[in-house]
């Protein structure tokens, strides 16, 4: 079990930056593989990004990909999630997930998921 805790969120203007943070409890952290999803109102939630147990490796969607960089501090149990030149569409609230049997990172389903955060809400005015 690993509980989740999002924080960084908030207003911002298009253009701008915002890093978003997950902190995990727990020992075990560095065994997760962890993701990035958002969901707008109205929307599915979405994935954003992923990166590997050891950080070595992480994927994005295209929606994202040169924007945003995902990075994980094992040693803080926390997993980060960097995001430039915000627009408008990227505003959601943003979730953190953990999978604890990761065959792969490329997953976009968030049933492939195990824990989830509570979400922090960033909001991009155009």
């Known amino acids: 079990q690993v509980q989740l805790v999002e924080s960084g969120g908030g207003l911002v203007q298009a253009g701008g930056s915002l890093r978003l943070s997950c902190t995990a409890s727990g020992r075990t952290f560095s065994s997760y593989a962890m993701g990035w999803f958002r969901q707008a109102p109205g929307k599915e939630r979405e994935f954003v990004a992923s990166?590997?147990?050891?950080?070595?490796?992480?994927y994005y969607s295209d929606s994202v990909k040169g924007r945003f960089t995902i990075s994980r501090d094992n040693a803080k149990n926390t997993v980060y999630l960097q995001m430039n030149s915000l627009k408008p569409e990227d505003t959601a609230v943003y979730y953190c997930?953990?999978?604890?049997?990761?065959?792969?990172?490329?997953?976009?389903?968030?049933?492939?998921?195990?824990?989830w955060g509570q979400g922090t809400q960033v909001t991009v005015s155009s």
């Open positions: 990166i590997s147990r050891s950080g070595g490796s992480t």
């Open positions: 997930a953990a999978d604890a049997f990761p065959l792969t990172i490329e997953v976009h389903d968030p049933s492939e998921y195990d824990f």
